[in-house]
């Protein structure tokens, strides 16, 4: 029996992943770019040769589809694998499109690896998480990061790789959570949905890779314009795929649309902020530290709760 535990941290799209060209290795349909946010984390410990296979998220036992995600992609690490105990909690809420499945993923990859007694190096970390949540192979690095869509069928050139360090550029993440409740279509299904069903989902695809390159190149020449632009319009057409699926996929709340025409008015008095969302109401808001009261001010009013993130490390062992 063997015993390790990690620490992961979220990391949020500034170019959006949605879509899959192949579902069971979650191979992206478009690359991606992504910053890791300290201040949210999960913690997991993986007890490797427990009495039986077992789940526990935020201290309660889990079963049914999410635990039985999580003891398959046990199996990739080792298919004769002995019973393994998994708990693992979160600071923040889970499934509510705060990206919990990012860092929930590159906390049990390493944690895993470790207790069985395997060393992987980052890359292979990132290989092997993304087949538990494709966003979480961005999570095993910190600070900006993209994932390569990859041509290979095996998946081997579909990683998350570093593009600048987490000191790289001090920018803040302000995170209006609109409603903490979970999500009621997971991002697997409504990618599966987007795909077959929305007629912009091609346009969606065609255009993600200069999104990509362009978003690179903001961050290496800390541009914030010019990747909040980048960043707005890559989940505005994310959304748009969403919304013309069938059954529609509107994650948004009347308070997603107020965050974002307050996001629009702070442009309009010349303070620098852009939005983005993921599969979930919230809206996440991205600015300079100097700025970042100035935009949380103008978002409390339209939501729960308003957390102001910086950004984060990697996955490391506790
Ligand atoms: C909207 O990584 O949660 O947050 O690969 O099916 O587990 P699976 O999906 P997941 O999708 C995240 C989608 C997104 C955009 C992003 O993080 O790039």
Not at 78 to 94: E, I
Not at 263 to 280: C, F, Q
Request: hydrophobic content about 40%; overall charge neutral.
């Amino acid at each position: 029996m063997s015993t390790a535990v990690a620490i992961a941290h979220p990391n949020i799209a500034l170019v959006k992943y949605w879509g899959k060209r192949d579902l069971p290795l979650n191979l992206p349909a478009v690359g991606s770019l992504s910053l890791t946010l300290s201040g949210f984390s999960t913690r997991t410990s993986v007890t490797w040769g427990a009495p039986a296979d077992r789940l526990e998220l935020d201290g309660e036992p889990i079963d049914g589809k999410e635990a039985s995600r999580v003891f398959r992609f046990l199996d990739r690490i080792d298919a004769d694998r002995p019973p393994v105990h998994v708990a693992s909690t979160n600071d923040f809420p889970r499934g509510a499109g705060l990206a919990s499945s990012a860092s929930g993923f590159a906390a049990l990859a390493l944690a895993a690896t470790r207790a069985a007694g395997q060393e992987l190096d980052r890359t292979e970390l990132s290989r092997l998480a993304r087949q538990g949540s494709g966003s979480a192979c961005r999570s095993l690095w910190g600070g900006y990061v993209r994932w390569d869509v990859g041509t290979r069928d095996d998946g081997h050139d579909s990683v998350g790789r570093p593009v600048a360090p987490l000191d790289h550029w001090d920018l803040r993440m302000v995170v209006a959570v609109v409603d903490a409740g979970r999500k009621k279509v997971g991002s697997t299904e409504g990618m599966e949905r987007s795909r077959t069903t929305s007629p912009y989902y091609q346009a969606w695809v065609d255009t993600a890779e200069a999104d990509v390159e362009e978003g690179t190149a903001a961050v290496l020449a800390r541009d914030l314009k010019r990747l909040g632009t980048v960043m707005e319009q890559s989940t505005l057409k994310m959304h748009a795929a969403m919304h013309t699926a069938w059954p529609p996929l509107l994650y948004w709340q009347p308070g997603t649309v107020a965050c974002l025409h307050a996001v629009h008015g702070l442009r309009n008095r010349g303070i620098g902020a852009w939005a983005t969302m993921d599969a979930g109401p919230q809206v996440k808001v991205l600015c300079t530290p100097d700025d970042a009261e100035a935009v949380a001010e103008a978002l409390r009013p339209h939501a729960e709760r308003v957390h102001v993130l910086s950004p984060g490390g990697p996955a490391r062992l506790a």
